[in-house]
């Protein structure tokens, strides 16, 4: 079975863009969840999604927002990026709870 | 707030030796407690303990939660250079479909 993967692996932007970024999740896993992970701050939630509903949102700014297809895939957007926003993003899926996460090997965001 | 706090944020030993990392938290309701080896970028899942209280071991590695004090620690005895990594412990919440997380510990295994 093919692990999470996520797209793109780096990303380079300035303040004021806009980004997205891109997760598959593992075949047959329903659930993704997101996290932001900064070296000060370790792993912050969020979102998860469950078959294209969201379930659970954490303590982020409306700039930050997510979606889930059909298929399970999931993108999260953040607009008008502030430098802030550098950080490691994870995804990872579940066919469970969040205890059963499987995560990809994140996105690394550069806002300049 | 829910919170998981891990000491220490960094840790330097030699090859050989044993390390423990500790980690404590404070959630509305407790659910279980997970631990994840990061080594580069996609944390790797390495124990789940709930209160139940029985102690997870897995070749070198064990790990105990410690309901009384809130705790859990993480044990690596012998340690390897592969061993370098950050260490997360995360807590679910119950009725939370999310993981809170404490900042890593980061070890380094010199040889």
């Known amino acids: 079975k093919a692990g999470v993967t996520q797209t793109p692996r780096y990303l380079i932007k300035t303040r004021g863009q806009q980004v997205t970024l891109s997760c598959s999740p593992i075949?047959?896993?329903?659930?993704v969840s997101w996290y932001q992970q900064t070296p000060g701050q370790g792993l912050q939630f969020l979102f998860e999604?469950?078959?294209?509903?969201?379930?659970n949102k954490g303590n982020f700014p409306g700039r930050f927002s997510g979606r889930q297809f059909s298929n399970s895939r999931s993108e999260m957007n953040v607009s008008t990026l502030e430098l802030g926003d550098s950080a490691l993003y994870l995804c990872?899926?579940?066919?469970?709870?969040?205890?059963?996460?499987?995560f990809g090997s994140g996105t690394q965001l550069s806002v300049l | 707030e829910d919170k998981v706090v891990q000491s220490p944020l960094s840790l330097v030993v030699h090859e050989g030796d044993t390390v423990t990392l500790n980690c404590s938290y404070e959630v509305t309701n407790f659910r279980s407690l997970l631990w994840y080896k990061q080594e580069k970028k996609a944390p790797t899942f390495l124990f789940m303990l709930?209160?139940?209280?029985i102690e997870k071991k897995s070749g070198r590695l064990s790990s105990i939660l410690d309901k009384k004090e809130l705790s859990s620690i993480l044990n690596i005895t012998a340690t390897q250079t592969g061993d370098s990594a950050i260490y997360l412990c995360?807590?679910?919440?119950?009725?939370?479909?999310?993981?809170?997380f404490g900042q890593g510990t980061r070890l380094t295994i010199n040889p």
């Open positions: 075949s047959g896993h329903r659930s």
């Open positions: 709930t209160s139940s209280g």
């Open positions: 999604y469950f078959s294209e509903t969201q379930r």
């Open positions: 990872a899926s579940s066919d469970g709870g969040p205890e059963k996460l499987f």
């Open positions: 995360a807590v679910h919440v119950q009725g939370a479909q999310k993981l809170v």
